[in-house]
């Protein structure tokens, strides 16, 4: 037990704070939906309650209304469950998640599901800068446009972007997959290790060490899968780009051989 003021927050054999006490119980649940109305809760309020239905209720299903784009919602959820926002989301959405369902009928800010491990988050609006960041694992789909270095230092999982994306996507990105259906800006894929990057529009620049790579069947297979997966309708022709694996002994090179590499 640690001790905030004057409340006692108890902690589970993962070292997750519990729900407490003081979630509002608002919610109407209805052939196993809960649904409340979030407009006058707090940031803090609204995660109560969500911690509370999903952990102690054992709901499968929420569906939180009018969230009037609160930062840092939706965070920290470990289970297997559906989520619906219904409205936008702030920053830091969806961050830290492991396992549940979550669409947003909205837009979302800055760095959306960042250390994301599993799961699928469906945005239908836009997404801010650094969105999936340090993305481990599961599906992220953005069906709008997002900001700059989406997808940095991505280790894992896929990143779908129905319209264009800023400036050094996929910086230091370690692993997974990312499909951009529209245009990239400058610095793509800059200074990536490994992964593939499809991009269906234009390039503005490549960043350091990227490079086109070889299309293969297995391209073609993901591609169409997660387009039927997710309704995305027929793919377009999309460009592949990888690593080209000049830096990978970067660290072993005179500084006067730096200078060539860079």
């Known amino acids: 037990m640690a001790a905030v003021g004057e409340r006692q927050i108890s902690y589970d054999a993962r070292g997750l704070a519990e729900p407490v006490a003081d979630a509002p119980r608002t919610a109407v649940v209805e052939d196993g939906v809960a649904t409340f109305d979030a407009r006058e809760l707090t940031t803090r309020t609204i995660n109560l309650e969500l911690r509370r239905l999903l ?10 209304q009018n969230p009037q ?12 469950c559906r989520i619906r926002f219904e409205g ?3 920053y830091f959405a969806c961050g830290l998640i492991d396992g549940p369902e979550i669409h947003i009928t909205g837009r979302v800010g800055w760095s959306a599901c960042e250390n994301m491990m599993s799961g699928v988050v469906v945005v239908d609006g836009n997404g801010g800068s650094l969105t999936g960041a340090a993305m481990r694992g599961g599906d992220l789909l953005v069906k709008g446009r997002v900001g700059a270095r989406t997808g940095i230092d991505q280790k894992g999982g896929t990143i779908i972007i129905g319209g264009s994306v800023g400036s050094m996507t996929g ?6 997959r990312m499909i951009i ?31 086109p790579g070889e299309w293969t069947d297995a391209d073609t297979e993901l591609i169409e899968r997660k387009f039927r997966i997710y309704g ?9 780009f990888v690593c080209g694996k000049v830096l990978y002994n970067y660290d072993s090179l005179e500084p006067s051989e730096k200078k060539l590499v860079i």
């Open 88 to 90: 936008s989301l702030g």
């Open 181 to 211: 259906c529209g245009d990239a800006g400058p610095g793509l894929g800059d200074s990536m290790y490994d992964g593939t990057i499809y991009v269906a529009g234009t390039v503005k620049s490549l960043g350091i060490d990227c490079v």
């Open 69 to 80: 784009g609160r930062h840092s919602l939706g965070v920290g959820i470990l289970r297997r």
């Open 232 to 240: 995305l309708g027929s793919p377009p022709e999309f460009q592949k």
């Open 55 to 64: 952990y102690e209720e054992g709901v499968g299903e929420v569906v939180v």
């Open 171 to 176: 910086f230091m990105m370690q692993r997974g």
